[in-house]
């Protein structure tokens, strides 16, 4: 009897602890351009990013497996520095359930381009909120916390600033280190300025944008398409307002790289009537892309 209680307790925990972390993460290490027969380096480091992300508890929230953050790690290995330091490239992606739906919708796809860290195989990686212990376990966890932040705010009205704070916190943290992408003067579209831009209240209208394009606006398209259309309408204005007082900002350039194809998809549907006004918010924001919102939109069949 007291087994069967034992394994009961084990069982629970077991699934509990399961249940606590917010991510579910796929992660991918390439090193097809560094040349050397050995590549178990790559796969333990794989394995070890995999794990840091997937099994560490980020926020005081309890997640249930079907909540778990859906998302994307690819890390492109450019350069082999020497045998424990490495260069290269990292694609962050997530996305959301659409309300009612199969369908995921995108919150985020960019490549930072600044990645460099060191890694000695088999050697876990370590980490906390207050300390740089390695530049590569310090740009993960800043964007855990900013996918989770993405998914806060498309289901809260700006509800993933307490996330946003944590990878600020990250940034200034790093101010002090030798790696790049942590500084204000080194680019304009880096680690420094994506937190930035989430945090000043100046470009707040992104953040509600989230929240009305998702919540509002696709959570609402199979039982309302009207309502549901309108309301990321309105989302789409709000990012207009930022694009066009600020232009060629970071986290607006990121949305629609992430956004673009599902909002031609949307409104390539719509009434011919409701066309022109989006399409004109939507060059306003993009000028570059206007030939694809005339061709792809408005003159959708």
Same mark, same amino acid.
């Given at each position: ?134 530049? @590569?376990?310090?740009? %993960?966890?800043?964007?855990? =916390?900013?996918? !989770? ?7 809260? *009205? &700006? $509800? ?33 300025? @994506?937190?930035?831009? %989430?945090?000043?209240?100046? =470009?707040?209208? !992104? ?7 998702? *919540? &509002? $606006? ?45 909002? !031609? ?37």
């Amino acid at each position: 009897m007291k087994k069967v209680f034992f394994a009961l307790i084990v069982i629970l925990v077991t699934t509990l602890h399961t249940h606590a972390q917010e991510l579910l993460c796929t992660v991918s290490v390439n090193s097809s351009q560094i040349s050397g027969s050995d590549k178990s380096i790559y796969e333990d480091l794989q394995t070890a990013i995999k794990e840091f992300l997937n099994t560490r508890k980020w926020t005081n929230y309890t997640y249930s497996t079907e909540e778990k953050i859906d998302c994307n790690i690819f890390i492109n290995i450019t350069e082999r520095v020497s045998d424990q330091e490495f260069k290269g490239t990292i694609q962050v992606q997530s996305r959301r359930p659409v309300f009612g739906t199969s369908y995921f919708s995108p919150l985020i796809n960019l490549i930072d381009k600044d990645l460099s860290f060191k890694y000695i195989q088999k050697q876990a990686l370590e980490y906390d909120d207050n300390n740089i212990y390695s530049n @590569l376990t310090a740009v %993960l966890a800043y964007y855990a =916390y900013i996918i !989770i932040g993405m998914d806060f705010d498309s289901f809260s *009205l &700006k $509800g993933g600033s307490q996330f946003y704070t944590k990878a600020q916190n990250l940034v200034n943290l790093s101010q002090n280190g030798g790696e790049k992408g942590w500084k204000s003067f080194e680019s304009k579209k880096n680690r420094y300025w @994506l937190v930035e831009n %989430l945090l000043n209240d100046s =470009y707040g209208g !992104i953040r509600e944008c989230m929240y009305y394009y998702h *919540l &509002k $606006g696709f959570d609402v398209l199979k039982d309302d398409l009207m309502q549901g259309r309108a309301a990321i309408t309105t989302g789409i204005e709000k990012l207009q307002y930022v694009a066009k007082q600020t232009p060629s900002l970071y986290l607006v350039t990121i949305f629609m790289d992430t956004k673009r194809d599902e909002i !031609i998809n949307v409104f390539s549907q719509a009434p011919i009537s409701d066309r022109p006004r989006v399409v004109n918010m939507l060059k306003d924001i993009e000028p570059a892309h206007s030939n694809d919102f005339n061709t792809k939109i408005l003159n959708a069949k």
